[in-house]
């Protein structure tokens, strides 16, 4: 009986681990998809500092 509640408790814990897992990867996932959907982007790097004059 003791090792099937041993057993048991850890099929518990991998199920969590496991559930942890994929929403982790969702969040990510998520993240990934929203970042070409900002209103604002990235200044471009390689554009003067300076405004040139008129």
């Known amino acids: ?3 099937y509640e041993i057993a048991a408790a850890r099929q ?3 199920i969590r681990e ?3 897992y ?3 990867r969702l969040a990510a996932e998520a993240s990934r998809s929203s ?3 900002e209103t604002e982007g990235r200044v471009n790097r ?3 500092r300076f ?3 008129a």
């Open 51 to 53: 405004v040139r004059a």
């Open 22 to 24: 994929r929403r982790a």
């Open 12 to 14: 518990a814990d991998l």
């Open 18 to 20: 496991a559930e942890a």
């Open 1 to 3: 009986m003791f090792e």
């Open 35 to 37: 970042r070409g959907q």
């Open 46 to 48: 390689h554009r003067s």
